[in-house]
């Protein structure tokens, strides 16, 4: 009788075996990433010991500009209290040039300026702008020479004219340069030896000390500046007033004759020859103080003369 030994199973899993079933395959795809966890775990140590080093780096960093930048303040502070307590930036020269109706004393004052004062205390552009508020005062340039001198040149307003303002019943005289600037207005004692413009309103003629551009009072000036360039028979010193009339336009006034000479409000330059050649005629024939009007507005090309008698 035989012996029957039965087999062992084999280890392998036969062809056309059962599969692993679905449960073992999903435990599988979690087992997986716990073992790559376990391997990065070393260099997420790592990466975080060089952050916490290059933090301690910069904080250790600012700590040291910290520290130098307060010794620089430190520094500077001592400087300046010791250059502003020593000799060294006295002054001793201060030049002022250029003023005529502003003094010098005015000019200090507002620049904060004074002998034996230091120079590193004095601010050049605080000091410009306080000079150049008075009325007269048309510019200023400030030089400082280290360390002990301050030159302050001033340029001033030149009067050209005087105008009266009228704003309501108020009536003021103001000083007017060349260029059309009422920049001061006219106190007692001052020279008022300048033709005058009259009937000028304020708001209407005048805004923001500037006569308003079509004005009658912008063509007064412009007949001053007419006048102004000279002619023996009539030269500026001669014109005592221009008025600006609101139906007649611009009436002249001499200084020496009381009558009017009405130009009307156009053809300025031509009037204003037109006049000095009638002019020359009355004071030839020396009719001039016959003369009880002149009208170089009566018709074109045409001027009447009430009475006197000159030919033309």
């Known amino acids: 009788m035989a012996i029957y030994t039965p ?5 392998r899993p036969r062809k056309g075996g059962r599969k692993p079933s679905l449960l073992k395959r999903i435990a599988s795809l979690f087992s997986r990433p716990r073992s790559r966890q376990a391997v990065q775990r070393p260099q997420a140590v790592l990466a975080g010991a060089q952050r916490s080093w290059r933090w301690k780096q910069l904080f250790g960093n600012l700590l040291i500009s ?4 307060v010794i620089a303040i430190f520094l500077l502070w001592m400087g300046m209290k010791w250059l ?3 000799d060294v930036f006295r002054l001793a020269d201060i030049r002022i040039l250029g003023e005529d109706k502003v003094s010098e004393r005015q000019i200090l004052d507002l620049a904060g300026l004074q002998q034996g004062g ?18 007269w005062i048309k510019h200023v340039e400030i030089h400082t020479r280290w360390p002990s001198t301050v030159e302050i040149r001033v340029e001033e307003f030149q009067p050209f004219a005087l105008v009266n303002v009228e704003e309501g019943r108020a009536r003021r005289l103001y000083y007017m340069s060349l260029s059309g600037i009422l920049f001061a207005e006219a106190d007692q004692g001052q020279e008022l030896d300048y033709p005058v413009i009259t009937g000028v309103l304020a708001g209407r003629d005048v805004q923001s000390g500037r006569f308003v551009q079509g004005s009658k009072a912008m063509l007064a000036r412009q007949l001053l500046k007419i006048v102004a360039r000279g002619s023996t028979i009539l030269p500026i010193q001669a014109i ?21 000479v009405y130009f009307g409000t156009d053809r300025l330059y031509r009037k204003y020859n037109r006049l000095v050649r009638v002019l020359d005629q009355l004071y030839a024939k020396k009719l001039v103080d016959a003369v009880k009007e002149i009208r170089m507005d009566y018709i074109d090309d045409k001027v009447l003369v009430t009475g006197a008698q000159i030919d033309g």
Request: net charge negative.
């Open 7 to 11: 087999r062992q199973p084999s280890s």
């Open 118 to 135: 230091n120079l590193a205390e004095f601010n050049a552009g605080t000091a410009k702008k306080r000079i150049a508020m008075l009325p």
């Open 240 to 260: 005592s007033e221009v008025h600006l009339d609101e139906e007649r336009g611009i009436i002249l006034y001499l200084v020496d004759h009381p009558f009017p």
């Open 66 to 69: 910290s520290i130098l930048l």
């Open 84 to 86: 502003l307590g020593s």
